[in-house]
């Protein structure tokens, strides 16, 4: 246990037990635990394996390879449709956590054989994300802002598409796209 890390377990009103379970599994896994984005982590080798996180109806554990595994149990959930390799475990009680322990170690145990091996998911193209037509209509009326556009690396691509594809309602896309604009054409991405 990596005393750094106590603090968010310590902090934990909800969810407490059932984190506690989840990081004793991890752990008994050999894997190094860690502090990343405020959660905790377990890495080997300094790669990202799984990691502990909480929300109000459930919470989980996070496989960052979770696409490559073999999911025979079928438990594991791709959060939303953007998301393209991590994958969740959801849990809502500690006997689900108890109930599934020995699947659980099997993919972490799996998922260490993954990283091992080196083996790495194949994402979408950013060739094959939606582009919304609002930002559409822009790129064809404004060649400049096509062409930094196109310049940008790909992942700052696919995070303005899928920025601006979130919004629900149109004039959100376009006061999302409107206020980026000069951005894009300075080359930067959505958080530089």
Not at 34 to 61: M, R
Request: glycine content about 6%; aromatic content about 12%.
């Amino acid at each position: 246990m990596n005393p750094k890390v106590d603090w968010f377990f310590d902090k934990a009103t909800q969810w407490h037990d059932e984190y506690e379970k989840l990081r004793l599994i991890a752990l008994d896994c050999g894997l190094t635990e860690e502090l990343k984005w405020g959660q905790p982590c377990y890495t080997l080798n300094g790669s990202n394996i799984v990691l502990i996180h909480g929300f109000n109806e459930y919470c989980a554990y996070l496989f960052f390879k979770g696409v490559l595994l073999n999911d025979a149990e079928g438990i594991l959930i791709q959060q939303t449709e953007n998301v393209q390799v991590p994958r969740q475990a959801r849990f809502t009680s500690v006997q689900e956590i108890v109930d599934l322990e020995h699947v659980l170690k099997a993919y972490i145990f799996e998922a260490i054989e993954v990283e091992k091996a080196g083996i790495k998911a194949k994402l979408k193209k950013t060739s094959e994300f939606k582009v919304p037509e609002e930002f559409q209509q822009k790129l064809d009326a404004m060649p400049v802002l096509r062409n930094a556009f196109e310049a940008l690396t790909p992942g700052r691509q696919r995070g303005y598409l899928l920025y601006f594809g979130q919004a629900k309602q149109a004039k959100t896309r376009m006061e999302r796209i409107e206020k980026y604009i000069p951005q894009i054409l300075n080359g930067k991405g959505l958080d530089d």
